[in-house]
């Protein structure tokens, strides 16, 4: 069996937060650049979701190896 030299790596994106989500499929990105793109679209879809005094994490795995981590989070001054 040989390995397909172009193959492209598989990146996992999963969040943790008021709403998580575990990335069992992933997506085939160039390479990291490619995935920080890919993690900053997502965040910014994700941010409309955020609610004062709380955060979530987005974390962006090349297989099982973490590649970038994204924390976000919100604090609440009550009057």
């Given amino acids: 069996m040989s390995m397909d030299r172009h193959a ?5 994106f999963h969040i943790d937060g008021e709403q998580p989500f575990r990335d069992d ?3 085939e ?3 990291d650049r490619a995935a920080w ?3 900053m679209r997502l965040a910014r879809d994700i ?3 955020l609610s ?3 955060g979530w994490c987005l974390q962006v795995c090349e297989g099982e190896m973490p590649v970038y981590r994204i924390v976000v989070a919100s604090e609440y001054r009550s009057p």
Avoid: I, K
């Fill in 8 to 12: 492209m790596p598989q990146y996992f």
């Fill in 37 to 39: 793109r890919e993690a």
């Fill in 47 to 49: 941010e409309t979701n």
């Fill in 25 to 27: 499929s992933g997506v």
């Fill in 29 to 31: 990105l160039r390479d």
């Fill in 52 to 54: 004062p005094g709380h």
